[in-house]
């Protein structure tokens, strides 16, 4: 269903914690975005990621100033767009991991890249679309357990991670991976040991969403 939780607020969205949560994930949906400022001042300074690809681009009119000046870094909202809050010092360099829009496609992109750089041919560019009938499978990759992967969301509080179990819930049950479809099967899963399934209310599955409530009683 959608890239964010219900309730999350805009003001993060271009944070490491607030990722759009996709099946098909790099790098927990974000880059490390580098940028440098010129040689002197009033030319465009220079941005690089890594991992590297082109995914992001820097706002047109970014420019080096003469002063001592180390802006913060920003993505703009539903866009591939990073941003200066200011002009950035003569070779004076700024770093900040952001969030990136539709996790998947840059995953894809990532691959591309890796594929040219093997040698491999790749006519065409990276594009969201529904698989064929006639695709064929490559190759896989096992996922390590379930228990190992809820070890890494509890010691680093890993939203992604969260995002991603909570809604495999319903994938697992009804083939179709949804928040609120995996909230229906967790109020079947409480009423099964006499909980009260309306103590407690469910908006995402990492805790970002202020929508969240749950009582002591339930907790018990």
Known sequence: ?????TGWSHDYLDDYYAAEVSALTVDGGCVTVIVRGADR???APLMRL?????????????T?????AKPRLYRHLGRNIVALSGPIGVGQRVESTLTVRQPGLHAATLLLLALKRAGTAVAGGVAAGKT??????LGWHD?????????????????NYAEAIQRTISLAKSGVGSCTGS?????????????????FLMYDGCGLSRMNSVTPRFLV
């Open 1 to 5: 269903d959608g890239p964010l939780g």
């Open 41 to 43: 001042a009033g030319k």
């Open 50 to 62: 890594e991992p590297y690809s082109d995914y992001l681009t820097l706002a047109p009119g970014s």
């Open 64 to 68: 080096t100033t003469g002063g001592d």
């Open 132 to 137: 064929p009938e006639s695709a064929v499978e």
């Open 143 to 159: 996922s390590q357990p379930l228990s190992r992967l809820i070890a890494t969301v509890n010691l680093h509080s890993d939203n």
């Open 183 to 199: 909230v229906d099967y967790i109020d079947k899963w409480a009423e099964g040991f006499g909980a009260d399934s309306k103590a």
